[in-house]
C-alpha cells in the first residue's frame, strides 16, 4: 500500500485538450467545468523577485536589470550563492598622515561551497554591496547578442499576435475583447521600442518591416586559413584540468566566455516570477491560480487544483496478474470535498468504441478491458465527504452494509468504507506480455455550482444532486504494471 502512495503517474486524468496528467497537476475552472493542464492554460507574470534576498521587482524593472539581481550573485564555478564576506583594510588620515590609520570596511564575494572567491579573479574589494561590476565586453559579441535578442523578441511579438487573435476572434457581440486585443497588441511594440528592441517609430500596423525574417541575424563565417593556430602549449605541456573552464561555465557568461578558471566573474541571480493561470476558455477566461504579490508569501489568493475538487482514483493494491487468467483490481476512490458525492465508473472497450465516444489515441495505449460491475456503470456509488469524519471517531473504519447505516452496498463490489473514502472490486483478464497493462475507465462525477457553495451552511453536509450541481466526465488511463 505504501507502495503506491507515492506512484501518482500510475493514474492520469484526460484534460479537456486531450493530454493526460496526474491528479495533483491538474487544474478545474469553476466557471465552465472544465479540467485544465499546465499546456493548455494561459501563464501570466505577476511580479519577479529575486530568490535569495525576495526583492520584489516589477516588470519594467526587471527588463531594465536585464531579468537579474543587482545584489545577489552566482558561483562561477559550483552555481551556488555567494556571500558578502566583511573585511577591515587600513589606511592613511589624509589629514593627519603621521596619527593612526583610519580603518575602512570592504567587502568580497566568497562562495561557501568550493570557496571560489571574487580575489581569485583579481576583482578587486569594493565599499559598498552590490557595487561589483562586471567584466568588458568586446563591442562586436554584445552587438551580435543584442541582435539575436532583438529577433527572438519579434518571434515572441508574433507569437504573442497569433495567440491573441486565436483567443479573441472576430465576433459582433464581443466587441470589447476585440479592442482588448487591440490594447494589448501596442503594449508589446511599445515594450519593444521602449528596450531599443524594435524602432521607435514603429506603430501597430506597420508589421512588414517588424517581420523576423526580415531581422534575422547574420554571423559572417570565418575562413579556415584566418582562423588561428594552437598554441605549443596545447602539446607540450600536461593539460590542467582545473584550470580550463567547463561548457557550462562558458555558456552561462556568452558575452565574455571565459577559457581560464581565473577569468571567471560572479554571475548575477536571475530573477524568479510569479505566475498566474488563466482558463483559455473563449468565453471564460477566468483566473484558475492567483499568489500574492509579495514574495515572501507561499499562499494564493486563488488555487483552483483539481485535487481539492475532483475525486481521486487511486490503485488500493497491486493486482497479481497472470496471463489469461482473472485478476482482482481493487480501485480505492477519494472525495476531497465535504459534499456527498456519487461517482459511476464505465470500462472503455477500445475493440467495440463508436464514433461517438472519440477516445482519440487511447486506443494505441489501452491494452486490456477492465470489467467493472453493472451497479457501478449505472447507478453508481455515492461518497460521504470530509464532514463524515466529525461524526465518527478519527480513523475509524467500517465494512460495507455495517456499522455505517446511511449507505446500503453490495458486499461483492464495494469491499470498504471509510470516512471519505470507498474501495471497489474490479476484474480484469491480462492478455499482453512484455508490455504494461493498461487500462482505461470513463469517469463520472458532479461538482458544486457557485449559488449552492454560497447557500451552504458550513456545519451541514449537503447531497449533490442535479439542481444544485454540473456533472463533468473525463476519461482516466491506469497503468497497473507487468503481466507474468
Aim: aromatic share 8%; hydrophobic share 35%; charged share 25%.
Amino acid at each position: 500500500m505504501m507502495a503506491l502512495l507515492f506512484k501518482v503517474d500510475q493514474v492520469k486524468y484526460t484534460c479537456t485538450c486531450g493530454n493526460r496528467f496526474p491528479l495533483c497537476k491538474l487544474y478545474v475552472c469553476r466557471y465552465c467545468r472544465e479540467l485544465r493542464c499546465k499546456i493548455c492554460v494561459s501563464h501570466e507574470p505577476d511580479n519577479f523577485y529575486c530568490p535569495h534576498c525576495t526583492d520584489g521587482i516589477t516588470g519594467p524593472e526587471a527588463r531594465e536589470r536585464k531579468n537579474h539581481c543587482l545584489s545577489c550573485f552566482n558561483c562561477p564555478s559550483c552555481n551556488n550563492t555567494l556571500t558578502a564576506r566583511l573585511t577591515t583594510v587600513q589606511t592613511v588620515n589624509p589629514e593627519n598622515p603621521k596619527g593612526e590609520p583610519l580603518q575602512r570596511k570592504q567587502y568580497y564575494l566568497l562562495c561557501g561551497c568550493c570557496r571560489w572567491s571574487s580575489r581569485d579573479a583579481d576583482i578587486p574589494d569594493v565599499q559598498s554591496l552590490g557595487a561589483w561590476r562586471g567584466p568588458k565586453v568586446d563591442p562586436q559579441i554584445e552587438e551580435l547578442l543584442m541582435s539575436i535578442k532583438k529577433y527572438w523578441a519579434t518571434v515572441g511579438a508574433e507569437e504573442a499576435m497569433e495567440a491573441q487573435t486565436k483567443k479573441f476572434p472576430r465576433r459582433k457581440s464581443y466587441a470589447y475583447k476585440r479592442d482588448l486585443f487591440q490594447r494589448r497588441r501596442s503594449s508589446i511594440y511599445k515594450s519593444l521600442a521602449k528596450n531599443n528592441l524594435l524602432s521607435p517609430n514603429a506603430n501597430i500596423s506597420d508589421t512588414a518591416a517588424q517581420k523576423s525574417s526580415e531581422i534575422k541575424p547574420q554571423v559572417d563565417p570565418v575562413p579556415f586559413s584566418e582562423v588561428p593556430a594552437l598554441p605549443e602549449s596545447y602539446w607540450t605541456q600536461p593539460l590542467n584540468v582545473n584550470a580550463v573552464t567547463s561548457l557550462e561555465q562558458r555558456i552561462a557568461y556568452p558575452s565574455v566566455m571565459p577559457e581560464t578558471a581565473a577569468e571567471l566573474h560572479p554571475i548575477r541571480k536571475i530573477l524568479t516570477v510569479k505566475r498566474s493561470l488563466r482558463c483559455p476558455g473563449v468565453e471564460c477566461d477566468h483566473n484558475l491560480v492567483k499568489p500574492e504579490y509579495v514574495p515572501q508569501s507561499i499562499k494564493f489568493k486563488l488555487h483552483l487544483v483539481a485535487q481539492f475538487f475532483v475525486p481521486e482514483i487511486r490503485l488500493a493494491s497491486q493486482p497479481s496478474m497472470d496471463i489469461e487468467k482473472e485478476s482482482t483490481c481493487v480501485l480505492s476512490i477519494t472525495n476531497p470535498t465535504d459534499f456527498v458525492i456519487r461517482v459511476r465508473i464505465t470500462p472503455i472497450d477500445c475493440e467495440h468504441s463508436s464514433k461517438e465516444e472519440n477516445i482519440g489515441d487511447l486506443a494505441d495505449e489501452i491494452n486490456t478491458n477492465l470489467i467493472v460491475p453493472g451497479i457501478l456503470q449505472q447507478e453508481g456509488v455515492e461518497i460521504g465527504g470530509k464532514l463524515n469524519g466529525l461524526e465518527l471517531a478519527a480513523g475509524e473504519s467500517f465494512s460495507a452494509g455495517g456499522k455505517d447505516k446511511q449507505y446500503v452496498d453490495d458486499s461483492t463490489v464495494v469491499l470498504q468504507r471509510k470516512i471519505n473514502k470507498v474501495f471497489l472490486r474490479t476484474t480484469l483478464v491480462p492478455s499482453v506480455l512484455g508490455e504494461k497493462i493498461m487500462v482505461g475507465v470513463n469517469f463520472h462525477f458532479q461538482l458544486l455550482n457557485d449559488d449552492a457553495i454560497a447557500k451552504k451552511d458550513p456545519t451541514a453536509q449537503i447531497k449533490l444532486t442535479k439542481d444544485n450541481s454540473t456533472p463533468i466526465s473525463t476519461r482516466v488511463l491506469l497503468d497497473l504494471g507487468f503481466a507474468h
